[in-house]
């Protein structure tokens, strides 16, 4: 099976301008989560998508949006972006996301606003 | 709420050295607990999970074993080799997905 795929890998933006960032999951896998990796704050949960519903959120302000597609594809959106958004985005996915399931990571979005 | 600890890095060890990487959490019920890896440039891998207290998980001869009594998921392995430098994070689970993870252990080995 192919792994969970991240697009784009690299993306330089500046400040005031939004941007959006893919995740294609294991085939038939219906849970996808978005998380955040900075050197200051670690790794911290955005949001997590299971039937194209948004089940759980992390504590990130309304800039960080998202929404998963029929096929489990996800998009993750950030808007009027900031100097400190700049940081890894990884997705991961799993089939249904209860606890015990492992989640698979994808290799992440590196986004560096200017 | 939620929370893992693990030890400060960074780690520095021989080749064929013994690893102890500590990881306790605080947790609500009876979460399942992860130790994953990321190398330099990558994303995350699993290392190994355990899903209730007792458990041991291992894989590529690391062990880590559910301690419910002391809330602790030690990462441990006999003899470690350059290929195992990378960054180690202790995790568990939380509802619908959630992972939440310890700060990051940074692991070096010398040859």
């Known amino acids: 099976k192919a792994g969970v795929t991240q697009t784009p890998r690299y993306l330089i933006k500046t400040r005031g301008q939004q941007v959006t960032l893919s995740c294609s999951p294991i085939?038939?896998?219906?849970?996808v989560s978005w998380y955040q990796q900075t050197p200051g704050q670690g790794l911290q949960f955005l949001f997590e998508?299971?039937?194209?519903?948004?089940?759980n959120k992390g504590n990130f302000p309304g800039r960080f949006s998202g929404r998963q597609f029929s096929n489990s594809r996800s998009e993750m959106n950030v808007s009027t972006l900031e100097l400190g958004d700049s940081a890894l985005y990884l997705c991961?996915?799993?089939?249904?996301?209860?606890?015990?399931?492992?989640?698979?990571f994808g290799p992440g979005t590196r986004l560096l606003v200017l | 709420g939620n929370s893992v600890t693990q030890m400060e890095g960074p780690v520095t060890l021989s080749e064929e050295a013994f690893l102890t990487i500590n990881c306790t959490y605080t947790?609500?019920?009876?979460?399942?607990l992860f130790w994953y890896v990321q190398y330099p440039g990558e994303g995350l891998q699993l290392l190994l999970k355990?899903?209730?207290?007792?458990d041991k998980g291992s894989n590529k001869g690391f062990e880590a074993t559910y301690r419910k009594e002391t809330t602790s998921f030690h990462l441990e392995k006999g003899s470690v080799q350059v290929s195992d430098s990378a960054v180690y994070f202790c995790?568990?689970?939380?509802?619908?997905?959630?992972?939440?993870f310890g700060s990051g252990t940074r692991l070096s080995i010398r040859p």
């Open positions: 947790a609500t019920g009876y979460p399942s």
């Open positions: 995790a568990l689970s939380g509802w619908a997905s959630k992972i939440i």
């Open positions: 085939s038939g896998h219906r849970s």
């Open positions: 355990a899903t209730k207290a007792d």
């Open positions: 998508y299971f039937s194209e519903t948004q089940r």
């Open positions: 991961a996915s799993s089939g249904t996301g209860t606890g015990e399931e492992t989640q698979y």
